[in-house]
């Protein structure tokens, strides 16, 4: 009995002992994972403070990575849309750009800053370009390269994680199976002991009973020593692994993910800096553009504007003086009255002398120039003259700028000598140049061949020689142009003066006035040349300058044919070819012409066949027509579709 005692109480102490032993050992390694442990005075951390929140954080930095791409997408649609306002900005000033022939109005203030707007707003498309390229390249590669790089280190350090996790529930399940092993084996102890003390208290058990409860005793107190010992050691393994685990093994995972989040935090602003970096970057040139543009607005002076109108438009021409009262009764019962008239619709009319027929129709066209110059040779010299003040330049206008009022004229022939002038400047220095070379050549065969710049210097001299020529012409229409005398010479001047009799008075001899020939060359274009030259002697009109050939007073050649002085017949009246508007005065003072007032609005129909001269048709006072031909540079026409 004492036997069993002392075995009972030698087992207690044993697993007394033990139980001591471990918590010592646990004690000193407190120190020892204290020590390993972050420290946290100095910096809070996610290893320490957030030691059981392993779900939350992978959560959290889910979410942060989340957010770092979805910044990227807001950069590459703003992207698109600073691309999309550039490229329209770009059209929108492209649309707006004037056109080609619209150039001359750049002359204006208001013009000119509308151009310099649109090449600041086209500066503004190119800085909203600058800006897209920028965050395209440095901002949106930079947040996708940092995106995916913390993904990939999220992963890591989350498979690193859930390892150490799976490593300690592996631990925990060992130390539960020790602990209920130790349990059972424990109880099976006492039980093995309680069986025995009945059994040796039983006198009615055999020696040899209670020696086999006895080995039962000591087999089960020895099994429930070994599975206390693996309980403690698997215990103390568990411990041990539970203390590295959330002392340096998880906080150093939660420590990575702390510093990738806070990675993320720290490269989201300075992307968001970088960003406003750019913008800023291209502040001060669009400051600059505002400026421009400011400065643009400011530039614009409507008095130079109305100034340069004036210069434009300005014809030169005096204003009409007032028209003079014609007394009927003191009038020639002949003469046909000059004053305006609408255009009426045609139809069978009785046509009263004056009027052409279709037999006479080529003879009346050649009749003006036939009057004027009697010859053959004397009509081609003025025909070639006809046909080479006629022609055109590249931009539709005559040679010499005739179909201009005086002014723009004038203005025309200057800038036009101011160009010549210049490429004669041009051609004199590249020719000088060529004999320089030339002469060095010649001096010294060793820089070159001195033949090689002859052909050249010859195409020089030929080039510059034409322009001389082109220069001198100019010149000449810019002379002739200055001589004229602009209050004297507009239509409604030539015409008040012929009215008085002063440009039309004859000598008995038949001769022309000094003043006649003088003012031969003041008409403001040709057709008022042909009609100048028409009251010379040498074309043979009388004062009558009414009526066409053919008509009641028609020339002397026709009187002495026999042909019939006044004629009336009813003839089908000419289909008109379309209306037009006088533009000038127009005084008739050449046969087969009539005049005309500024303004008046006639019939067309005949055109011009290339010799200055249109024939039109107007209702008179006697309810018939008139017809003759005026300068077509007198008229506006409109012809019918």
């Given amino acids: 009995m004492s036997f069993v005692l002392v075995a009972i109480e030698s087992a207690k102490v044993k697993w007394q002992t033990d139980q001591a032993k471990a918590a010592q050992q646990q004690k000193l390694a407190e120190p020892e994972n204290a020590a390993a442990a972050p420290s946290s005075n100095n910096k809070m951390s996610w290893g320490t403070e ?16 989340e957010v770092l791409d979805k910044y990227a997408n807001f950069l590459r ?56 390229e ?8 930079g947040v996708t390269l940092l995106s995916k790089t913390l993904r990939e280190d999220r992963k890591k350090c989350l498979n690193d994680g859930t390892m150490l996790q799976q490593t300690l529930s592996a631990q925990l399940s060992s130390l539960e199976r020790a602990k209920r092993n130790y349990d059972k084996a424990y109880r099976d102890s006492e039980k093995a002991v309680e069986n025995y003390k009945k059994a ?190 006629n022609s055109l330049t590249a931009d539709g206008q005559k040679e010499d700028f005739s179909d201009l009022p005086p002014n723009q004229q004038r203005k025309k022939l200057q800038a036009k000598i101011a160009e010549l002038q210049h490429k004669v400047d041009q051609e004199t220095n590249t020719r000088d140049g060529l004999m320089k070379m030339k002469i060095v050549y010649e001096a010294n065969s060793s820089l070159g061949n001195p033949m090689t710049v002859e052909g050249q210097l010859n ?31 507009s239509p409604q001047s030539n015409r008040n003066q012929l009215q008085n009799g002063h440009r039309t ?18 008409q403001p274009d040709d057709a008022g040349s042909l009609s100048s030259s028409s009251a010379s002697p040498e074309s043979g009109l009388g004062t009558s300058h009414t009526s066409l050939p053919g008509s009641g007073q028609g020339s002397a050649n026709e009187n002495a044919t026999g042909e019939e002085t006044s004629y009336e017949t009813e003839v089908e009246l000419l289909q008109p070819l379309g209306t037009c508007r006088a533009l000038y005065p127009f005084e008739a003072t050449s046969e087969g012409s009539i005049p005309m007032n500024e303004g008046e609005e006639l019939q067309v129909i005949e055109n011009d066949q290339g010799d200055g001269w249109t024939r039109v048709r107007r209702a008179n006072n006697s309810n018939g027509w008139d017809e003759g031909f005026v300068p077509t540079s007198y008229i506006e026409c409109t012809l019918f579709a």
């Fill in 505 to 522: 008075s004859r000598h008995s001899n038949g001769s022309a006035s000094a003043d006649d020939h003088h003012d031969g060359d003041d």
């Fill in 459 to 489: 195409e020089s001299e030929h080039e510059l020689e034409k322009l001389k020529v082109n220069l001198k012409k100019y010149q000449g229409f810019l002379d002739k142009a200055n001589q004229l005398q602009v209050a004297n010479n």
């Fill in 200 to 389: 040796d208290m039983d006198f009615n058990l055999s020696r040899a009973e209670v020696e086999r409860y006895k080995n039962i005793m000591t087999s089960k107190i020895q099994q429930s020593d070994d599975a206390k010992n693996e309980y403690a050691n698997q215990l103390q393994k568990t411990n041990n692994l539970q203390q590295q685990h959330y002392g340096i093994l998880l906080p150093a995972v939660f420590n990575r993910l702390q510093e990738l989040d806070e990675k993320r935090t720290r490269g989201i602003r300075e992307f968001i800096i970088g960003a406003a970096d750019v913008e800023s970057s291209v502040a001060p040139i669009i400051a600059r553009c505002m400026e421009g543009i400011v400065k643009a607005g400011e530039s614009i002076n409507e008095t130079e504007d109305s100034l340069k109108v004036i210069e434009r438009y300005q014809s030169g021409f005096t204003p009409p003086t007032d028209i003079p009262f014609e007394d009927l009764s003191k009038m020639d019962p002949s003469a046909v009255p000059q004053s305006n008239y609408s255009s009426v619709p045609y139809n069978h009319l009785t046509i009263k002398s004056g009027t052409l027929t279709a037999a006479k129709l080529k003879k009346a066209r050649g009749g003006i120039l036939n009057s004027i110059f009697g010859s053959n040779k004397q009509r081609q010299i003025i025909e070639a003259c006809i046909t080479m003040k």
């Fill in 77 to 132: 649609d703003r992207v698109a849309i600073e691309t999309e306002y550039a490229g329209k900005l770009r059209r929108l000033v492209k649309n707006y750009q004037p056109k080609k022939k619209e150039e001359e109005d750049n002359e204006f203030t208001s013009r000119q800053a509308f151009r310099n707007l649109l090449k600041e707003v086209g500066d503004l498309a190119g800085q909203r370009e600058v800006v897209s």
């Fill in 134 to 141: 920028t965050l395209q390249l440095q901002i949106i590669q």
């Fill in 50 to 65: 957030l030691w059981d929140q392993y779900d939350n954080l992978s959560i959290h930095t889910n979410k942060g990575i």
